[in-house]
């Protein structure tokens, strides 16, 4: 399991750690307007799904807008921000951000995606901060557990990997 702190101290993730060329896990989350939905409904696409804490908080609201910024411009790739925030939250946020460019998805319900992808932080019921890049045909091709939760992901590198994934 991935090794991650939370403002240096160590937290423990719930579920199975995903990894480069795995299948990638399917999972049920709510979108904003409080409908499922799943891995299958991104059936091929690449998909970059990049997972925060929580939406609202300094670092991850610059994660979510780096990659909004940057989802016209990589292609076929479809990007998703998953937090366990409520729909009702992340709405409001993207709406006062003019978020337009990819999809918030809220894993509050269930923990799904959280167990699915081993990013359940056990201690905070939050999701830790990774980014995932699964092909079209739901391969795992690029996956960052990022080792301290507060700081930023590797943005070139998971660009990078979603440019070239197919």
């Known amino acids: ?5 939370f403002h240096q101290d160590p937290v423990t993730l719930i579920g199975n750690e995903v990894k480069v060329g795995d299948k990638a896990p ?7 307007d409080l409908n499922a939905v799943s891995l299958g409904d ?6 970059l799904i990049s997972v925060v804490p929580s939406i609202d908080t300094g670092v991850c609201a610059e994660q979510t807008k780096r990659f909004n910024d940057e989802a016209d411009k990589i292609g076929n790739v479809k990007v998703l921000t998953v937090s366990m925030d409520l729909p009702f939250a992340q709405k409001r946020w993207v709406n ?7 999809d918030t998805l809220s894993d509050h319900r269930k923990a799904d995606f959280g167990h699915n992808y081993g990013v359940l932080i056990e201690e905070l019921r939050l999701l830790a901060r990774s980014i995932f890049v699964v092909d079209s045909s ?3 091709t690029y ?3 990022v080792s301290e939760v507060s700081n930023h992901p590797d943005y070139d590198a998971a660009l990078d990997a979603a440019r070239k994934a197919k």
């Open 1 to 5: 399991m991935a090794n991650v702190t």
């Open 143 to 145: 996956v960052e557990y």
């Open 42 to 47: 991104y059936d091929g696409k690449v998909k």
């Open 96 to 102: 006062k951000h003019e978020i337009n460019s990819l």
């Open 138 to 140: 739901n391969n795992i």
């Open 26 to 32: 399917d999972f049920s989350v709510l979108n904003n």
